[in-house]
């Protein structure tokens, strides 16, 4: 685990102490979780607005891909593909016209 230093905005670090004080941790596991907790939100947004793909969220995240899709609807989030990418999908691995028999 690598070491950062910064400076803690005053809301911030009342936030930090807030969860230390309810779960009982340590102001640094806090910190880490209120971190994951933001990465993984901004994660989902990009998914949710078509920015990235499920995989390319599932690698970032370092989740498996139903460990996101659990998060994702967790979220609220039910998917990002629209019924035209799903025809126009479809389209293109199944032709309107058969070829003849």
Request: avoid cysteine; proline fraction near 4%; charged fraction near 30%.
């Amino acid at each position: 685990m690598r070491v950062k230093s910064m400076r803690i905005p005053e809301d911030i670090d009342r936030a930090i102490e807030y969860i230390s004080k309810t779960e009982k941790i340590e102001k640094a596991q806090s910190l880490r979780k209120l971190a994951r907790i933001g990465f993984e939100y901004y994660v989902v947004k990009a998914y949710k607005d078509g920015r990235i793909t499920l995989r390319e969220a599932s690698d970032l995240l370092r989740l498996t891909l139903s460990e996101t899709i659990d998060l994702l609807a967790d979220m609220g989030v039910k998917g990002n593909i629209r019924a035209e990418d799903v025809f126009t999908s479809l389209n293109t691995f199944s032709p309107l016209t058969h070829p003849p028999s």
